[in-house]
């Protein structure tokens, strides 16, 4: 997927900078022209020679260094480039990045390019969780700079947490995809019709009161992107959520269960792949209270019953659909996934482990088994919710083309 692209690497600097020698390694194996730019602190830890030597190109550190009287160095690296990839990325390049500053030769390539821009991050773990660091991230997000989450481990500091910046072998497989997602010949699902459902259902106790549950609706909406980008008709059936769902999909909102139930049924004969990755609540109030309960006396009572199971109707009305469940277990992983794949008819059961570091709701990346009804298919190690979209949908792709078993 990367044979022919022209991939810029910006370097900045911590010790985390070898670790982009073994990807620019990869990169280059693969048939990609690679083209490095270090900061004066990059250098600190890796030497030009040694990235010149694996690339085969000149490496760029210094602005005012034009080797080439027909360009301006900056300017035609930007151009040329299919896509920027800044690993490791400070705690300062971010916050240069954020507020367009350009004092280097990497700051002033990335405010000159239109290429995507995809951030690792590698810091200390209260850098990576400073409120500044976390909404100059949150606002490249925004601005449309993808990042390939950092690991939890032992860092360089003596401290054990999250800041440790992906691993060269993760950061290749995320380029891959990033290429094939965006290869128009690349639409395995082209002519297909997906059914998404994403994020936490709410179930009214009173007008101020809810039942829920910890759902961001990340991996549900990452799904449907993905689908999307793969050339499927897409349609989203979106509960409680803690982000936005992607553009340019067609989207039904819903609250409760039973709303989703409903949206569920009606559009389910139109769609060839389900996919439930709602958190959907198991059981409600009987009667919500038309107004606020009062507080009194030392206990309340609440008198639930079970909501629709969404994921059994729909294995047991299937026809030609392709049905994948979800399980978020917090133990007996296969056991517990195996036993839903099972009761409600799935295709695929994805499940998860929700007490692990790195996984599970509200979080960015996420680590999932895959099961079918032979039992364990695959085991995806912990990646961003968008990989592991992609992965799992490239899988789907397959077996429906039948070149999986």
């Known amino acids: 997927m990367v044979k022919g692209k022209t991939i810029i690497v910006g370097i900045t600097g911590g010790i985390a900078a070898y670790k982009a020698i073994a990807l620019c390694s990869k990169l280059a194996q693969s048939g990609a022209e690679v083209h490095v730019i270090m900061t004066k602190s990059a250098a600190k830890f890796v030497t030009e020679l040694t990235l010149q030597t694996i690339t085969r190109h000149p490496v760029y550190t ?199 139930f409903d949206a569920v049924m009606r559009h389910m004969a139109e769609s060839d792949i389900i996919v439930k990755a709602a958190a959907v609540a198991d059981y409600r109030p009987v009667q919500a209270a038309l107004r606020k309960i009062k507080k009194s006396g030392g206990e309340l009572t609440l008198h639930l019953e079970k909501t629709p199971d969404i994921l059994q109707e729909v294995g047991a009305r299937k026809t030609t659909q392709y049905v994948i469940g979800f399980a978020a277990e917090t133990d007996n992983l296969e056991q517990y996934a195996m036993d839903k794949l099972r009761r409600k008819n799935c295709d695929l059961l994805v499940a998860n482990d929700v007490t692990a570091e790195g996984a599970g709701f509200g979080k960015d990346t996420n680590i999932v088994q895959i099961y079918d009804r032979n039992g364990l298919v695959e085991t995806l190690p912990q990646m961003a919710k968008s990989e592991v979209a992609f992965r799992l949908l490239q899988f789907v792709a397959g077996r429906l083309a039948g070149e999986t078993d």
């Open 62 to 260: 210094d602005t005012f260094d034009e080797r080439d009287p027909s360009v301006v160095s900056h300017i035609d690296l930007a151009d040329r480039a299919d896509l920027v990839v800044i690993a490791p990325a400070t705690a300062n390049a971010i916050a240069k990045m954020t507020y367009g500053l350009a004092d280097d030769m990497l700051s002033t390539t990335l405010l000159a390019t239109t290429a995507p821009i995809v951030v690792a991050p590698a810091m200390n773990v209260h850098m990576y969780e400073h409120p500044t660091v976390v909404a100059n991230m949150e606002t490249l997000r925004k601005r449309g700079v993808m990042f390939v989450e950092p690991g939890f481990g032992q860092l360089a500091c003596g401290y054990v947490g999250k800041g440790r910046l992906a691993e060269p072998e993760e950061i290749f497989a995320w380029i891959e995809s990033f290429f094939a997602r965006r290869g128009r010949r690349n639409e395995p699902l082209k002519g297909r019709s997906v059914l998404v459902t994403a994020g936490g259902t709410i179930e009214r106790i009173d007008p101020v009161r809810y039942i829920t549950n910890d759902s961001s609706g990340k991996m549900g909406f990452a799904i449907a992107e993905a689908a999307h980008a793969m050339g499927a008709r897409v349609h989203l059936i979106a509960a409680n959520a803690a982000i936005d769902p992607p553009s340019g999909i067609q989207v039904t909102r819903v609250v409760s269960a039973q709303d989703m």
